[in-house]
């Protein structure tokens, strides 16, 4: 069963808007990733961000994490038309299991 | 550096089939694993391997059967194809299980007729 979901399950905005994207998840987390996923392509990783910590930064990404409500956020600033994708956050326990993935935002940056 | 390399990228087979997805890393990875994306189901956890020699199972393992006899080859074998598998099948390998980012292949597209 999934983990982690994502809202919304699709967005679409403009070139130079900010996107903000959503993650849920279930149970105790050793750590959050997003991912990226271009059309027909596989995953990329974004950034990772440890249960101890609240905020990332990463060029022109921004993740946030709040463990107490079990959320978070990936924030994209000034989007591109290039920043069309697919997002996922997974999560990582401290069991050793391996990740497990939401179902994904579906980005759409309008030129 | 290439990566995580899987072929094929596009495969058709009949009910019935068996056929072998490759896999090979080049990172010296210890852990690999095979991950199947269906349309709005992200992505479920089929078999996974923590290095040569060992195995397990994740959250949809039925149907599908893996090895590793080397630390740079994760195949994942198909025994009897079916509909119910035409999917979107990728290979991803870490350095640990989920502390490190995970590599991800371009992926295999398999359609079962």
């Known amino acids: 069963s999934q983990q982690g979901e994502e809202d919304p399950q699709a967005l679409s905005i403009q070139e130079g808007e900010n996107a903000t994207m959503n993650c849920s998840y279930k149970?105790?987390?050793?750590?959050l990733q997003w991912y990226r996923q271009n059309s027909g392509r596989g995953l990329v990783h974004l950034i990772l961000?440890?249960?101890?910590?609240r905020e990332k930064h990463s060029g022109r990404l921004r993740v946030t994490l709040d463990t107490s409500k079990k959320s978070s956020s990936l924030l994209i600033t000034a989007s591109r038309a290039a920043d069309t994708a697919s997002y996922f956050c997974a999560t990582g326990d401290n069991a050793g299991n391996m990740l497990t993935f939401g179902g994904g935002t579906r980005l759409m940056v309008k030129p | 550096n290439a990566g995580v390399t899987q072929t094929p990228k596009f495969q058709v087979l009949k009910t019935g089939q068996s056929m072998t997805l490759q896999c090979a890393q080049d990172m010296n990875h210890e852990y690999m694993s095979w991950y199947r994306q269906d349309p709005g189901m992200g992505l479920r956890l089929i078999h996974y391997s923590v290095g040569a020699g060992i195995t397990d199972q994740g959250e949809v393992p039925n149907g599908y059967n893996v090895s590793r006899s080397t630390t740079e080859d994760f195949p994942l074998r198909l025994l009897s194809a079916a509909p119910s598998q035409t999917s979107v099948y990728f290979c991803a390998s870490s350095y640990s299980s989920t502390n490190t980012e995970a590599f991800f292949g371009q992926g295999t597209r398999l359609t079962v007729v």
């Open positions: 149970t105790s987390i050793n750590n």
């Open positions: 961000i440890r249960s101890n910590e």
